[in-house]
């Protein structure tokens, strides 16, 4: 497996500004993901953050919204940008990993709240 | 399109009953792999099981048990003797490895509750 870890664990921030999460892991993996999970909902994935590479978004995400940085194979960052209230979410940042089928493990998440 | 259905939103057992959730998916894709996690009230999603295609042997862990049968397209979860420390929601999680890019497709959960 491995030990994810995500700061900040939690912020409550003003409607307008910008959020950056950041995602360490413990090992070199190759793929790794950001969630959001909005209120009493499911887990939605926002983009694959791709080593050396932009990011590759899912529908309805973009990069303007959710820019996402990934500098080498331990680290990535997710920067929740010109924030409103309907952004109030747990996101979180996950891993796969390759020798283990591809099981993905999550980090503890950052809840946020705007205000 | 691959999608996973938890039809239970929400269940509630007392303490030491036991309790299954449900997980049916929907796949064209003959290798696959299908997970359920756990996420307490604290939000981290905890890794239960992973289960692939070609495996429909069950499994049990502890008081925890899993049926997959391809026949129906279900991958069932089993908690005997359930307990308070239990209440969490859980997911249900289809994976295909082939596609290469290992994208899960999340159920919308079941949250469980177990009373004292």
């Known amino acids: 497996s491995a030990v994810i870890s995500q700061k900040p664990s939690r912020d409550i921030c003003q409607r307008g500004t910008s959020l950056t999460i950041q995602c360490q892991v413990d090992s070199q993996v190759t793929m790794m993901f950001w969630y959001r999970q909005q209120p009493g909902q499911s887990l939605t994935l926002i983009a694959t953050?791709?080593?050396?590479?932009?990011?590759?978004?899912e529908s309805g995400f973009v990069i303007d919204k959710f820019p996402i940085s990934r500098p080498n194979l331990t680290f990535s960052t997710l920067t929740v940008s010109n924030m409103s209230p309907e952004d109030s979410s747990i996101y979180l940042c996950?891993?796969?990993?390759?020798?283990?089928?591809?099981?993905?493990?999550f980090g503890p998440g950052t809840r946020l709240t705007v205000t | 399109a691959q999608k996973v259905t938890q039809a239970q939103t929400e269940i509630s057992v007392v303490e030491k009953e036991d309790v299954t959730l449900d997980c049916v998916y929907e796949?064209?894709?003959?290798?696959?792999?299908l997970f359920w996690y756990k996420q307490p009230p604290s939000g981290e999603l905890v890794f239960l099981i992973r289960r692939n295609s070609f495996d429909e042997q069950n499994e049990i862990s502890g008081r925890y048990s899993w049926n997959f049968q391809k026949s129906t397209s279900s991958f069932n979860f089993t908690i005997t003797a359930s307990q308070v420390v239990d209440s969490a929601v859980y997911f249900c999680a289809l994976s295909d490895p082939t596609s290469g890019t290992y994208k899960y497709i999340f159920g919308t959960g079941t949250r469980l509750k177990v009373l004292a």
């Open positions: 796949t064209r894709d003959t290798t696959y792999y």
């Open positions: 953050a791709n080593q050396g590479s932009e990011a590759t978004y």
């Open positions: 996950s891993v796969a990993v390759q020798g283990l089928f591809y099981e993905q493990y």
